[in-house]
């Protein structure tokens, strides 16, 4: 005799493994959009049923217009649980989205040995030319192409900050090596009527008495944001009140920095960054050394396989001289969804305990309705309906108000759609991570996902009671 | 009494609609609960305190903040120089140590991220763990004694241990990631209390300096990050204007140069770095919040107004024999409320247990801070959250019921 | 009649507005009712006597006239008053009995008293005394769906009594009953109100349980009729 508890345990197991990869599969947000029509298909089969089988849901329609109030204040739950997940999942979609688009998978990325991020990269200037020169690595002019960056967090006072609020920006600044070479190997242009900045990366101001202006370029969404950072007067005085323009200064204790362009990378990581000459601003903040070298492969190929070179992954052709992380600029930014990831979860978490709140309220209302109809169900099952109609019928009810509230949720859940927002991607624990700018994108995937989960409520707040319901005895029932 | 007794009766008439709405009320309440915690204690890390401000001294501009150690002595003191100078009531100094125990293989299984510090300030510095009870805290205390009687010893947290599969008394190798070729052999000599540390490792700071010099010793060449190990210093100082008075003293002093430093409070400084993840506390607690909160009182809304529909014959027999309309209101609402207070309070008492005493925290990672405490508020946030929630929800119903009129009683017949 | 009456209705009428018609349920109707006296009303459906009923025991107002219950004014109360009036003044039996399902025999007949200010033991020796005048002292935890139809409508004559009201008003106590049942229930009301001098008005159409009272009262078209069409409870 086998174990109870070890057979439940197993079919539990074998249950989970073998439900988990369509989980995966649709909650990837990119194949989430086919849950739409699954949805529609599936409550269309159900109405397809209700209709050959001749079910009385005229029966049931009126009676969810009749009890108009209960319907409404049920739905209620359904729309505000799939608004609330839709608008998460827009969030984490962005997020998701912004991390995607940033890497070029030409591009490779090199850190430090055991770096997983920029912030706590080290890398030796002396070895970074060894590493640009290997076969692979795209040459221009005979010289490779690669980008040396160096990476900070500035900590930026505010101007004047409100009482209670944060008192600094942590301002992600690239101190470049060469920006022209840079510019080559991330592609970005420039808006017109800004230009990169000059090969001193520095101009003399106005005032004679003032050390010369740092030029910086910068995404627009960090130039968004400095621009409300900056003084009263200030943003009085200035020609575009909601983002810096080329000429604008950013003041930096005694120093200024001066936009000399603002960069096309809206959608990236890159748009919350402010870059720099490296050897002006490097200096002026204690930092010489150098976090990140991008270089520039030849192809995509190229670049996986320069990544395995310098990871160590092929044994007998792997890079000796020093040891290196490296990884496709795809890769990388795809590990820095770690944040969104763990938004994921808690969101899931959410939602499911939300959800769990919206059965127990559907529920009750099946329930009630139900017991209010006892006689009637009895009526219908002396008519001859059968039992499995009575459960379709009532099971049916439910899923209306499902389907209601969850396409309402939806239709308010997607006015989040392309709201601007803040937050942090990182590749794990720990203080590091980017602060970012970026938009909710609610696409088809995430309503797909709303959708499901309000009509999965439906059908199980649902199911309970309609089974209950279909168990009565016509006479019984009757008597009442 | 009696009313109690009868409306706790008509509750365990449906005891499947009671159960139903409990369950509801409990699972919304629950979340509602972590968020709050997670929310009240950044708050608290992020309001400033009116006495014993803690202040964190670091670099002026650049994040991660690197300063040589031979900053450490006069910023331990608070930059004072003159006899009328503040001084600080206490103080400690952090260098982060990022390594793995195994080289080649960095992951999650041998991962080590460890604060170099004086031993003895863990339990006069440290949050939480200066306040710990009697029991744990001779215990964090014998570890720190075996700290600093070998250098090489090392705390580390419980789930960090189990990670790595060591127990207290192995010895282990610990190869550093931010510091190049810097390898520390350690011994474990205790775990942290179970809670905020569970990940986090203590290393003593003069065997990391010991470390350092030895490197150039051998080298013959400094390390490169010789000059760049003190990553913070923390001082204590009584009241805001003792703080003001040492913030002047460091901007002040000639021996800050290069990089110069500056000081803040500990609130600014965990708040700053917080303004990254702002949206995402709003949403948190001006969305989704609100939008639980609303589902309760919608769940328990519908919950009474099923109940009270059902029995609107019932309570005009009470207002035949002589109920007034305003006690039937009370009637309802008072189920509603004892079912809203109860569910409710068990819910987040119930939280505040297991998540503390069982889990140890809610795991959540948020820019340094990895695990949350369900606040002492929990114990009453239940019953609150259920008291609102259920008034809201059934005041509507309630008033419903003075449309019931008495001579609805009377038999249809005549 | 020499006894004062101690309900008094003079000149009452009672219309309802069905959309923009008057509907008169009541005109201009005079009754007393003397104290200690068993008065059964009798009449067609729609003759008015539920409403007339209605009115006495203070559920309803009437649009015209007075009525006046012991030295109190029913007809001018509001709601609340009328509500502490009917507490402590009037007893109501009703053909569905109308216990509450959830409480117990003994506390649906105390249920009236935890109006009143009476200490817990008052409370429970008066409803005791109550379920013994009724017979059913051994069934005072019983819960309404364990007693049958006839012990369930006695619980509800006890709960009628227990406040020591000036008057009892039943409406069809005996419809919903077997005949040996109703019977016992109109024996018991007798009973009732020769030993305790209540005063007792009682609707039924059934002319066997009217004539188990002094005195019978028709009512026809809102009216009082001295001759009544005796075909027309038949049927009941």
Redesign the interface.
Known sequence: MGDKKSIVLETLTNFISFVSPFFFYFFSLENAWRLIPVCFGLFGLMMLIVYVAKIPINYNIRNLKVRYRTTLLTAMAFILVTAVLTGLMGFINGLKRLAQATGNPSNVIVLSQGSTDEGISNLAFENMGDIAQQDGVKRQNDEPLCSRESYLVLSLPIAEPVPGSPTRRLLQVRGLFDPVASAEVHEFGLISGGEWFSEAGVRPSADPNKAPLVEVVLGQGIARQLAGDRAKAVKEKARNKDQLEVGDTIPLDTRELVVTGIMKTEGTTFDSEVWAKQSVIGPLLGKTNFTTLVLRATGPEQAQKLEDFFMGKDKDFKYEKSQVNAFTETNYYKSQSQTSIQLLVGTILVATVMGFGGVMGVMNTMFAAISQRVKDIGMLRLLGFSRWRILVSFLTESLLIALLGGLIGCVLGYMCNGLQATSIIGGGAGPGGKAVVFRVVVDWGVLGIGLTLSMLMGFVGGLIPAMSAMRFKPLESLRG | MKFLMLIFKNLRRNMVRSLLTSAGIMVLVFVITLIWSILGFLDMATSEKAANFKGIVTEKWSIPSQLPFSYAATLEDGAAREESDVKPMDSMTWQFFIGSVDKTNIGFSTFIFAFCMEPKKLLTMMDELDSLQPGPRATLDTAIKAMEGNRQGIIVGQKRLAAIEKKVGDKIKVFGINYRDIELECEIVGTFPPGRYDNNTCINRDYLNASLDAFKAAKGRPHPLAEKTLNLVWVKVPTKDAFSKMSNQIDSSPMFAAPPVKIETASSGVSNFLAAYKDLLMILRYLLAPAIIITLTVVISNAISISVRERRKEMAVLKVIGFQPNQIILLVLGEAILLGVVAGAISSIGTYYFVNRVIGGIPFQIAFFSSFPVLDGALWWGAAIGFITSFAGSILPALSTRSIKVVDVFSKVA | MTEKPIVRVSHVSRYFKRGSERVNVLNDLDLNVPEGQFLALMGP?GSG??TL??LIAG??TPSEGEIWVGDRCVSTMN??QL??W???HVG?V???Y?L????SAYENV???L??LPLSAKKRREQAMTALELVGLEDRNSHLPSQLSGGQQQRVGIA?AIVTDPTLIVA??PT?DLDAKSAHEILDLLGTLQRSLNKTILM?T?DLRAARRADRIQHLDKGRLVDQPDESLYEAG
């Open positions: 459906s006597k539920t009923l209605n559920l309803d709601e609340s509500a502490r009917r507490n402590e109501f009703f053909q569905f109308h509450l399902p959830v409480l105390e249920l009236p935890l109006l709960r409406d069809e419809g609707v159409h």
